[in-house]
């Protein structure tokens, strides 16, 4: 039987890497992600689990020993938030390119400047395009689940690659949710020992680790990259599967939310989606318009084909950024779903707004608007507000 | 360990770091690791480190490695903290059941990965006390994009972004003492050494560092001859100067306690270590005595404060 608790974000991810009981744990505290390395160093203090936690100087030194560590051979993770992920981000590269399997809990909060320490996606977005896949989390109960498929995911011998498990700073890191907790000796038959085939600490073997590579060989080992990448799309699937035959909860890429029969949809990542969801309630209960939501649960692989088929049938769809790029012209969600709308050769309207950085609210009314505007682009054909602020208070 | 030193003995030894790498002639940095990895004893294993510069872009240029053992390479910065996860995860491996074989962890950066964009890391690592040898191959500028200024780089010397000129002598600041500022770290094991005679200085520091359990921390000065500007042929003078002069005391400080290893009998003028480095040329132009007596007067300043720290 599952176990009923109740559970921040944070806490829940902690007690995540107690069931692993992982080898390595480097770790810099950063507000809001403090609390998991808080929790997993108490259950060492307290003899719970046997993990070395290596209190690093930095950011850059907890993805790096993280490395180090996976090199060796060890099932390695970290945590951090914003500024930190920033501080690892040459680290990022190194850990995929070099295929190492380690996991990072990542809980979103902008970056700097202004320094701000509530949630938006900024960190993470900046990080897309390091090589690692990037999985993120609506509520308590789907980081932490998340969080238990990382490494059956990261280190299936046809992937190799780092998953950073995403969830939004405070909202669900802070927020405390009731929570179905998996119990152990289920969650270690999961998640298993990790086997690793190369290592450097492989008594039978000596291993090199980071070379420097010229032009004859770069492009091949991007290329590598890129296949891994190709078939974590199968194998994030089949973990998800099992994990559904353990637990009842069912994952995917994304969730699709009234969307079947919608013809205005938003999409959207992370915690604003129950916001969103509450909106599409009231609204479908109050006028019966259809609208509906795809929540983007993983963006790396991002799955393009299956967006554009999910949304193939809509009148208009509003892709929602919680980070800036600063094209001027959207948001990085944007750009991406408004590419796979165009390769699905869908002829849904679309429109790319921004919200919540830095934490800034996003409520039911908000959404309403939203599909309201959605209805008119729709009716209209005409575009006026595209790469608009919601809940802006002045420019 | 205080075993007779016998330099044919230890030369006999196979060697760790195996030729074809793409070191240049006449470089200190491979004569360092070398010297340092045949102080591991035979059959012992070891997991290597190395930071970004000239020894990792020219001994691990895929898909060849130079080293005859595990081998790892992250980035420019990091050599401490990585192989702080590596040590780690050995702790980690071995107390679980997963290995039982014995492993030493050795790390080697240029001063510029450890001196300066690695300063951090490195300090972390020993503060931690990971059980592991960081060795800093000190060859006095960033060599690796062709001799810039490090915080290692001597005073007045020419670099590329210290260079002579009509209105510049060169490097303006002293060089910092790093070796100290690890000695203050309160590690078991610091030493400080290079090229001399027999490499027994150098190969029993070595061997102390390896095999003192926790942190320590190596510092070899390692001529470059293209920084320098030195015949690759005179690398052993270059190092014996060094010596001599007192501008690189050959010491270690074990359990806090500060050891001369080698007090030179007539302690040489400055010049006879500057004189043959083209990075210095300037100094002997008519009118620039002045700044060679200045850098004696650091050198024996320095001299000074390290005999009287290692009376006590």
């Known amino acids: 039987m599952a176990v009923r608790e109740r559970l921040s974000g944070n806490e829940a991810v902690a007690y995540a890497i107690k069931q692993i009981n992982p080898d390595v744990m480097p770790a810099f505290p950063i507000t809001p992600s403090t609390e998991i390395p808080q929790y997993v160093a108490n259950y060492i203090a307290n003899g719970e689990i046997d993990t070395e936690f290596i209190p690093v100087e930095s950011e850059h030194s907890s993805m790096s020993a993280t490395v180090g560590a996976s090199a060796a051979g060890a099932r390695a993770l970290t945590a951090t938030s914003s500024c930190g992920l920033a501080l690892m981000w040459e680290e990022l590269y190194v850990a995929a390119s070099n295929r190492l399997p380690v996991v990072l809990a990542l809980v979103n909060r902008a970056l700097s400047g202004p320094i701000n320490i509530n949630a938006d996606h900024s960190d993470s977005m900046g990080a897309r395009d390091s090589g690692w896949i990037q999985i993120y989390a609506e509520s308590n109960q789907e980081a932490y689940d998340n969080f238990l498929q990382a490494y059956p995911i990261a280190e299936n011998k046809d992937v190799m690659l780092p998953v950073m498990i995403c969830q939004d700073g405070f909202i669900t890191s802070h927020g405390v949710e009731n929570i179905l907790l998996v119990e152990d000796d289920l969650v270690r038959n999961f998640v298993g020992e990790r086997e690793p085939e190369h290592y450097l600490l492989n008594p039978q073997e000596r291993l090199a680790v980071g070379p420097y590579a010229v032009s004859n060989y770069y492009m091949e080992t991007k290329r590598g990259q890129r296949q891994a990448m190709i078939n974590a799309r199968r194998v994030i699937l089949e973990v998800a599967r099992r994990f559904e035959a353990m637990t009842g909860r069912k994952y995917g890429f994304f969730e699709e939310y009234r969307l079947e029969d919608a013809e205005y949809a938003v999409v959207i990542i992370g915690s604003a989606a129950g916001t969103c969801k509450a909106a599409i309630d009231q609204i479908r209960n109050t006028t019966g318009k259809k609208v509906g939501l795809l929540k983007i649960r993983v963006f790396r692989p991002f799955p393009e084909e299956e967006i554009g088929a999910a949304l193939a049938h809509v009148k208009a769809v509003a892709i929602l950024d919680r980070s800036e790029m600063f094209s001027a012209t959207g948001g990085p969600l944007g750009a991406e779903v408004r590419a796979a709308l165009y390769q699905a050769k869908c002829r849904a309207e679309a429109v790319n707004y921004l919200y919540g950085l830095g934490g800034r609210d996003i409520t039911v009314e908000d959404f309403c608007q939203v599909y309201e505007k959605l209805e008119k682009i729709a009716v209209e054909h005409r575009i006026t507000d595209m790469y608009e602020y919601i809940g802006l208070r002045s420019r | ?312």
């Open chain 2, 1 to 312: 360990m205080e075993a007779a030193y016998n330099l044919k003995e230890v030369m006999n030894k196979p060697e760790r770091l195996a030729p074809g790498h793409r070191m240049c002639a006449g470089c200190g940095g491979t004569v360092a690791v070398r010297a340092v990895l045949r102080a591991l004893h035979e059959g012992d294993r070891a997991v290597v480190g190395n930071a970004t510069g000239c020894l990792e872009v020219s001994s691990f240029m895929y898909p060849y490695s130079a080293y005859e053992d595990s081998y790892i390479h992250n980035a420019f910065e990091n050599a401490g903290a990585t192989l702080s996860g590596v040590e780690t995860a050995y702790r980690v491996l071995k107390k679980r059941g997963k290995i039982k074989e014995e492993y030493k962890f050795i790390t080697f950066g240029g001063d510029g990965g450890t001196y300066d964009i690695g300063f951090q890391s490195l300090s972390g690592a020993m503060e931690r006390g990971h059980d592991m040898v960081y060795v800093c191959y000190d060859n006095g500028a960033y060599m690796n994009t062709g001799t810039q200024r490090s915080s290692a780089t001597p005073q007045f010397a020419d670099t590329t972004t210290t260079p002579a000129g009509k209105v510049s002598n060169g490097k303006v600041q002293v060089r910092k003492d790093l070796a100290a500022i690890m000695a203050e770290h309160h590690i078991p094991y610091v030493g400080q050494t290079t090229f001399t005679n027999n490499f027994k200085d150098l190969h029993t520091k070595a061997e102390k560092a390896i095999y003192t359990p926790g942190a320590a921390f190596l510092n070899v000065l390692s001529p470059c001859p293209r920084g320098w500007g030195y015949e690759t042929s005179d690398l052993m003078e270059i190092c014996k100067k060094a010596v001599e002069t007192c501008y690189w005391p050959l010491y270690e400080v074990v359990d806090g306690k500060w050891i001369l290893s080698y007090v030179p009998k007539t302690k040489l003028p400055i010049e006879d270590f500057l004189r043959p480095q083209r990075r210095f040329r300037h100094l002997f132009k008519p009118g620039n005595e002045e700044l060679i007596v200045q850098f004696q007067q650091e050198v024996d300043r320095r001299w000074e404060e390290l005999q009287a720290r290692c009376s006590w």
